[in-house]
């Protein structure tokens, strides 16, 4: 049986960008990328932490160290530039996988940086 788990998340990250005219998606920075796993076109969860919402995007990457987490298209409606949210991927997971497993926590600062990854 394969059970739902948490993959990695990106923790509170600041909203640098909201662009109504795009295809949709998130852009997000090609370093938080490498660091918390989240592939470009994989299917993440967007939390906003100052408005309560959640909605589901896919990821494009974004220049590597910019900062950058725009939200594009439909979802930018739903978060303002300077918000916070939390970056989520989850993976389905055997049960026998699940001894010692630990998902990818990346920590980041006001400026996207990473200041702790767990």
Request: charged share 30%; with cysteine.
């Amino acid at each position: 049986m394969q059970l739902e788990f948490l993959y990695s998340k990106i923790h509170r990250a600041t909203v640098t960008d909201a662009n109504l005219n795009y295809v949709g998606s998130i852009t997000i920075d090609k370093a938080l990328l490498k660091a918390s796993k989240i592939r470009e076109w994989q299917k993440v969860e967007i939390l906003d932490v100052n408005n309560g919402e959640r909605f589901s995007t896919y990821v494009i990457e974004g220049e590597e160290n910019s900062g950058c987490i725009c939200l594009n298209g439909a979802a930018a409606r739903k978060v303002q530039p300077g918000d916070k949210v939390i970056i989520v991927s989850y993976a389905a997971v055997e049960e026998k996988e699940l001894q010692g497993y630990k998902p990818t926590i990346v920590i980041v600062d006001d400026d996207n940086k990473i200041s702790e990854i767990k």
